[in-house]
């Protein structure tokens, strides 16, 4: 043996079978994980564009700019009473509860915009 390795692997006198350098057993171990997440990225695919087919069938132009519109009116009514809150150095309470509610819905709306446009950006969604 010219590189002087280590030899691992299986060995039948007469016959060799399977004899890797560890190098080797690494690429074929690599390679069968690479087979494994490659396969299962296909089948989660799949799995993403039954259930979200099947589960969101109304998923299209007209209901993702509704969704859009809405996080924009959202996010101006939050800075709306930022504003108006910022008038006041002290603002009550109930101003400071108000600005926390509006924050949440923003939020929360703009979470579920990003959460439906890579359904669209990964194909899980049939757009018409």
Do not use: W
Request: contains cysteine; aromatic residues 6%.
């Amino acid at each position: 043996m010219a590189s002087g390795g280590k030899i691992i692997g299986e060995y039948t006198k007469g016959k060799v079978d399977k004899l890797m350098t560890a190098d080797a057993a690494d690429s074929s171990r690599s390679q069968r994980i690479r087979h494994f997440l490659e396969n299962m990225d296909a089948a989660i695919l799949e799995a993403n564009c039954e259930v979200i087919g099947r589960e969101l069938p109304n998923l299209n132009r007209d209901s993702f700019l509704r969704m859009a519109v809405r996080v924009a009116e959202l996010r101006a009514d939050y800075i709306r009473a930022g504003l108006k809150m910022s008038e006041s150095r002290h603002p009550d309470a109930a101003a400071v509860a108000e600005l926390a509610r509006l924050r949440a819905a923003y939020e929360q709306m703009l979470a579920v915009y990003e959460a439906a446009e890579r359904v669209i950006e990964r194909g899980y969604a049939k757009l018409g």
